[in-house]
């Protein structure tokens, strides 16, 4: 399937960038149905709801994964999923310490 250049092209979740059948998969199993529901969507939610719906945790990339359908499916341009994960450590790092602090 084709890759989609723009997020109005993405009628499939597999037609987003970094989005494979598995990926897109995982996005059903959360209660995704079309690409567009990813615009509105946090992606350290997803992860967990992920985590919730498979009863074990999941590879922190996925987030990664996450982050770029997301961000691609608001209009930001194409980048790969791995562009996303010193995002996600310092974001997973932050919100660790204000648990600590609670």
């Known amino acids: 399937m084709k890759k989609a250049a723009a997020p109005a092209e993405a009628l499939h979740f597999e037609q987003i960038p970094n989005v494979g059948p598995r990926i897109a998969a995982d996005l059903r199993r959360i209660g995704l149905e079309r690409p567009t529901e990813l615009r509105r969507r ?16 999941q590879d922190p990339c996925v987030i990664d994964v996450f982050i770029s359908a997301t961000r691609f ?12 994960t010193n995002e996600r450590k310092a974001a997973l790092k932050e919100r660790a310490l204000r648990e600590k602090s609670r």
């Open 73 to 84: 499916m608001q209009g930001e341009p194409v980048r790969p999923w791995w562009a996303y």
């Open 42 to 57: 946090d992606p350290y939610a997803m992860y967990g709801d992920l985590c919730k719906a498979t009863g074990r945790a």
